[in-house]
Antibody, heavy 119, light 110 residues
Framework: EVQVVESGGGWVQPGGSLRLSCAAP????????LTWVRQAPGKGLEWLSY????????YYTNSVKGRFTISRDNAKNSLYLQMNSLRAEDTAVYYC????????????WGQGTLVTVSS | QSVLTQPPSASGTPGQRVTISCSGS????????VYWYQQLPGAAPKPLIY???QRPSGVPDRFSGSKSGTSASLAISGLRSEDEGDYYC???????????FGTGTKVTVL
């Protein structure tokens, strides 16, 4: 079973920053595109950002453009999400997801890390 | 606000067939693959259907997907109590240049 493990969540005040990490030691990390998806408490899934296997292509949903930055380090089998200027509406569980075919087949999901933005 | 619209709820008795619709546009469902995800209570989502109608290994054939034009459907036949949870459709949107999830449908087994 492929393991995907997120970390870095926690409580932060509005306007603050957090950096989420995702470790995926069990597959050929550098061969896959990766994505961040979040889910606010009691709400549906929201796609946030995509990064291609070699980091040459990145996409963001409008609500996080200019505030969040996705990156990866293939040598460390790690994915990151730098989140700045956080708002209350960013409160959610954040999932790291493997994109099996680079077109949206999200086959492995982490268990998520909770980010709470509150004063 | 999602660009993929699903009914908020669906229900059935054990053994029944339940169908969930997903309505989009020419920018997403009409021109890209549709995916379906199942999220059981307290768990992370998992894929149920990929590329419109393909089942990942391990997904029972009780689950099936179809697509026509700018709409897609997920059918669950032989409904079981362990199918209770939330179901989401998803697709790439060429206009938004991003992936979009549907609004989600909560399935209840009566």
């Amino acid at each position: 079973e492929v393991q995907v493990v997120e970390s870095g969540g926690g409580w932060v005040q509005p306007g603050g920053s957090l950096r989420l990490s995702c470790a995926a030691p069990d597959f050929t990390f550098s061969s896959y595109s990766l994505t961040w998806v979040r889910q606010a408490p009691g709400k549906g899934l929201e796609w946030l950002s995509y990064i291609s296997s070699s980091s040459t292509t990145r996409y963001y949903t409008n609500s996080v453009k200019g505030r969040f930055t996705i990156s990866r380090d293939n040598a460390k089998n790690s994915l990151y999400l730098q989140m700045n200027s956080l708002r209350a509406e960013d409160t959610a569980v954040y999932y790291c997801v493997r994109d099996r075919d680079s077109s949206g087949y999200y086959d492995y999901w982490g268990q998520g890390t909770l980010v709470t933005v509150s004063s | 606000q999602s660009v993929l619209t699903q009914p908020p709820s669906a229900s059935g008795t054990p053994g029944q067939r339940v169908t969930i619709s997903c309505s989009g546009s020419s920018f997403n469902i009409g021109s890209n693959y549709v995916y379906w995800y199942q999220q059981l209570p307290g768990a992370a989502p998992k894929p149920l259907i990929y590329r419109d109608d393909q089942r990942p290994s391990g997904v029972p054939d009780r689950f099936s997907g179809s697509k026509s034009g700018t709409s897609a459907s997920l059918a669950i036949s032989g409904l079981r109590s362990e199918d209770e949870g939330d179901y989401y459709c998803a697709a790439w949107d060429d206009s938004l240049r991003g992936y979009v999830f549907g609004t989600g449908t909560k399935v209840t087994v009566l």
